[in-house]
C-alpha cells in the first residue's frame, strides 16, 4: 500500500526566511506524481506544487520548490522569503492513477506558523 | 476562480435525519470524484471515489449504507449522510479529476462542516 509521512507536527519560520517540510512515501510503483496542497484556516485545499515522479528535475513555483528524491522516496518543499500568509497545514500528497480513475493519499500534515 | 464548488459550506441537522452535500466541477467535466472526510487536526480520509454513471468504490471501513454517494452527471456527484449521529459531525470535502489536461491535477472544493445535534 502507498503512505506518506510527514514526520514534522508543527514547524515556524521567521518572516523573510526560508523553510523546509519533509515528506517521504513508501510506493511500489514507478510513475506517479507528489504533490504538495496548502490548507489555510478556511479549510480550502489549495494546490502548492506537484511533480511528475518521471521528471528527473524539480517543480519551482515562484518562491515554492522541491526536492525530489525518486531512489530515496523523498520529497520535500522549500518556501523561500516565507511571507504571514504561508502560514497554513501543509500536506504532502502522493497520486497514482489506476487505469480509470486516479488515488490521492495525503500525508498527516505539518502546521507551519510564521512569526514575524 | 473555483472550478469545484461544494455546498452547503455548513449544515446542521438533528440526530436520525438525512443530509445531502453537493459537490459540482464548473469548468470541466468530473469524470472521477473523491469524497474525503477530515477530523479536527488531521488529515482527509478518502471515503470513496465515484466515476460518472458507476456505482461508488467505498473505502476499507465506510458504511455504503450510511454514506450514499450518486455520480449522476459528469459535473455533480453528491454525498448523503443518512440516519445522521452526532458521531458524523465532520468535514467533509469533495474533489474532482477530468480527462485530458484537466486530468493532470485534482481539483478541491470548499468543503462541508457538517454538525449533527
Known amino acids: 500500500a502507498q503512505t506518506v509521512t510527514q514526520s514534522q507536527p508543527e514547524m515556524s519560520v521567521q518572516e523573510a526566511e526560508t523553510v523546509t517540510l519533509s515528506c517521504t512515501y513508501d510506493?511500489?510503483?514507478?510513475?506517479?506524481?507528489l504533490f504538495w496542497y496548502k490548507q489555510p484556516p478556511s479549510r480550502q485545499m489549495i494546490l502548492v506544487i506537484r511533480?511528475?515522479?518521471?521528471?528527473?528535475q524539480n517543480a519551482t513555483e515562484n518562491r515554492f520548490s522541491v526536492n525530489f528524491q525518486k531512489a530515496a522516496k523523498s520529497f520535500s518543499l522549500k518556501i523561500s522569503d516565507s511571507q504571514l500568509g504561508d502560514a497554513a497545514m501543509y500536506f504532502c500528497a502522493y497520486r497514482w492513477d489506476t487505469g480509470t480513475a486516479s488515488k490521492l493519499t495525503f500525508g498527516t500534515g505539518t502546521r507551519l506558523q510564521v512569526t514575524l | 476562480g473555483a472550478v469545484v464548488s461544494q455546498h452547503p459550506s455548513r449544515v446542521i441537522c438533528k440526530s436520525g435525519t438525512s443530509v445531502k452535500i453537493e459537490c459540482r466541477s464548473l469548468d470541466f467535466q468530473a469524470t472521477t470524484m473523491f469524497w474525503y472526510r477530515q477530523f479536527p487536526k488531521q488529515s482527509l480520509m478518502l471515503m470513496a471515489t465515484?466515476?460518472?454513471?458507476?456505482?461508488?468504490?467505498?473505502e476499507q471501513g465506510v458504511e455504503k449504507d450510511k454514506f450514499l454517494i450518486n455520480h449522476a452527471s459528469l459535473t455533480l456527484s453528491t454525498l448523503t449522510v443518512t440516519s445522521a449521529h452526532p458521531e458524523d459531525s465532520s468535514f467533509y470535502i469533495c474533489s474532482a479529476q477530468g480527462r485530458g489536461a484537466w486530468g493532470n491535477t485534482i481539483y478541491f472544493g470548499e468543503g462541508s462542516w457538517l454538525t449533527v445535534v
Open positions: 510506493t511500489s510503483e514507478s510513475d506517479y506524481y
Open positions: 511533480q511528475e515522479a518521471y521528471k528527473q
Open positions: 465515484s466515476n460518472e454513471g458507476s456505482k461508488a468504490t467505498y
